[in-house]
């Protein structure tokens, strides 16, 4: 068992090797399932075979040892005084693959629980949510808000809050699902959204904007516009210069995306009509943000959760809290 657990063990180093080294791409969430897995057999094995055969051999020893004591007694042959107890703790002790494996599944099954079900952590990588998120925030994620779902599968099982416009919302990247990203919620199932000459449009109606003066943009380290949004009930600020030329959105390198029929592309921008059961991202950094205007919408199975706070960014702790 000894060799099993090692072996076990450099395989994950292994895994955790490579994806560090951007080898490969990592799933922690069927990392953590699969750990949970294999530390509850070891974690079964331990309460129901190993520790009872360990307690065995102890009793044994003492057992035996009490015997050798009551046949030199019967001799009249002085005994000393010896501890058996030691040796019987020797024989109790753990062995080192039993505390690395089942020792730790009460743990790793509580992180996976935590992270299934109620919070998740991320890292933002990117300057695509600036002003609101900056690159090496730390987040957390509410896993619950839009309902409960099966780790792993992400099937959900019970409802909760629908998805509204103004949300950042973490959720698997369309084009490859195995990648997290971070965007903001402007269009819901029957929403039709139009990103025309610099500006967003919800339903026909030019979405507020209010100017708020330059801001100095630590990716571009130059001066940026800087506006207050209103998406919903939700204010908050984006970056966009108007003045900036015009593009043509869709990926063409990539090929058309599902429901692209649904979205038509003009030299003004983009306008989609968003289907059922999917939803229209942004980033606030809207000249810097590979979005749904150029991959299309985020289907409901994709959801992870509802990025809430801030909880820690080592270069500026006064970022702590909520974004909004």
């Known amino acids: ?79 000393d005084n010896q501890d058996v107890q030691a040796a019987q703790q020797a ?36 300057g695509s949510m600036v002003p609101t998120l900056l690159v090496g925030d730390l987040i957390l994620v509410n896993k619950f808000h839009y309902g409960i779902r099966l780790p792993v599968l992400n099937k959900k099982i019970i409802e909760n809050h629908p998805v509204q416009r103004g949300d950042v919302m973490v959720f698997r990247y369309p084009e490859d699902p195995r990648m997290d990203y971070i965007k903001r919620v402007v269009g819901v199932p029957g929403d039709e959204v139009a990103w025309r000459n610099q ?12 100017a708020q003066g330059p801001y100095f943009d630590q ?33 063409s390198a990539r090929g058309p995306f599902p429901h692209a029929d649904q979205c038509s592309y003009t030299i003004e921008g983009v306008s989609c009509k968003v ?6 991202m942004l980033g606030d950094n809207r000249d810097n943000s590979r979005d749904s205007r150029f991959w299309g919408f985020v289907p409901d199975e994709n ?10 960014n080592f270069s500026d702790p006064k970022r702590i809290g909520r974004f909004h």
């Open 1 to 79: 068992m000894s060799a099993l657990t090692g072996l076990l063990y450099a395989v994950l180093v292994a895994y955790l090797a490579g994806w560090y080294l951007d080898k490969w791409t990592g799933n922690f969430s069927l990392l953590l399932f699969l750990m949970s897995v294999v530390t509850f057999f070891y974690w079964v094995a331990e309460r129901w075979h190993f520790l009872p055969h360990r307690q065995a051999a102890a009793s044994e020893l003492l057992r035996q040892d009490q015997e050798r004591r009551t046949k030199l007694e019967a001799q009249g042959i002085k005994v």
């Open 91 to 126: 024989v109790l002790r753990q062995p080192w693959w039993l505390d690395w494996t089942a020792g730790l599944f009460p743990v790793i099954l509580l992180v996976f629980g935590l992270r299934s079900f109620l919070f998740e952590p991320f890292k933002i990588p990117s």
């Open 199 to 210: 500006r967003l449009f919800v339903n026909g109606q030019e979405v507020a904007t209010e």
């Open 219 to 251: 990716d571009s380290l130059r001066e940026r516009p800087l506006y207050k949004e209103k998406l919903g009930a939700v204010e908050h600020q984006m970056l966009v210069d108007r003045m900036q030329p015009l593009r043509f959105y869709m990926d």
């Open 275 to 280: 289907p059922a059961g999917h939803y229209f």
């Open 303 to 312: 959801i992870v959760g509802k990025a809430v706070v801030i909880w820690m």
